[in-house]
């Protein structure tokens, strides 16, 4: 007998729903029957084409231009969501903001700044918005994508974990102080999660931009010398978690994180 995930009455808004993760946490949510708000930043015509093959495959998925620098537009973007699909009880960030590879104590302080205003202060500015919506509507969960470097030091990835540190204290702080209102807050940090096998995804690094692409390479090799199980995660497989995590069956679970990593923190 297949496992049925069920949720509450109402919808949910996956942020960064065009990007790797999102597309597979946007796809799982939406067959589970959930109407689903899937965000992006620039690349409309991306979202725009997923949007258009879900709802063509029966799915209740729109796509909605939102930045988490801008909290007017988180919250434009949670009323459109309650707009199409009513209470909003689910809400998930399934990606930051693009990780530059170096040393960390060789980024200048500007750049390191602006990385965790569009990152860590990002994944704050969604949560700051959306807990009063899900307090409103009796409770919810709130999802948010980290990274297994918070737990594995990787070469010349000393920036995401850095931010994705925060994020982690903010997932286990939000999970304390919101029990009683109701709210579920968990974290899923996630290794190499893509459509494709790891010999194609090492492929492309060779088409990585200087000065970059040897720390690049070098990340991706120490990422997999660590995996016990050599090999990347379908975006599908990432969405299966984030909506058993927000189900009613993961209802036991909340200020855990729950790695994506192919045992690579073991």
């Given amino acids: 007998m297949a496992i049925q995930l069920t949720y509450p009455e109402g919808c949910a808004l996956v942020a960064g729903g065009a990007g790797n993760v999102g597309l597979g946490v946007t796809r799982r949510l939406a067959e589970a029957g959930l109407p689903v708000t899937f965000t992006y930043v620039g690349n409309e015509a991306r979202a725009r084409a997923i949007e258009t093959e879900m709802q063509g495959e029966g799915l209740k998925v729109w796509a909605r231009q939102m930045d988490m620098r801008d909290a007017a537009s988180i919250d434009e973007a949670i009323a459109f969501a309650q707009e199409k699909g009513g209470r909003l009880h689910t809400v998930a960030c399934t990606s930051g903001a693009p990780v530059p590879f170096a040393n960390l104590a060789d980024f200048d302080i500007a750049t390191v700044e602006k990385f965790f205003d569009a990152d860590g202060m990002a994944y704050y500015r969604l949560v700051h918005q959306a807990v009063p919506v899900l307090r409103a509507g009796g409770g919810g969960t709130i999802t948010l994508c980290t990274t297994f470097a918070l737990f594995r030091v990787l070469s010349f990835d000393g920036i995401s974990p850095f931010s994705k540190g925060a994020v982690d204290a903010l997932v286990r702080q939000i999970a304390w102080e919101e029990a009683k209102h109701n709210i579920r807050c968990n974290a899923v940090p996630i290794g190499i999660v893509v459509g494709q096998p790891l010999e194609v995804v090492e492929a492309a690094m060779d088409l990585w931009p200087e000065p970059e692409r040897p720390m690049a390479k070098a990340m991706f090799q120490h990422v997999k010398s660590l995996q016990r199980i050599v090999g990347t995660t379908n975006p599908n497989a990432a969405g299966d978690l984030f909506a ?23």
């Fill in 244 to 266: 058993f995590l927000a189900s009613d069956q993961g209802k036991s679970l909340t200020g855990q994180s729950v790695a994506l990593d192919h045992g690579a923190t073991l």
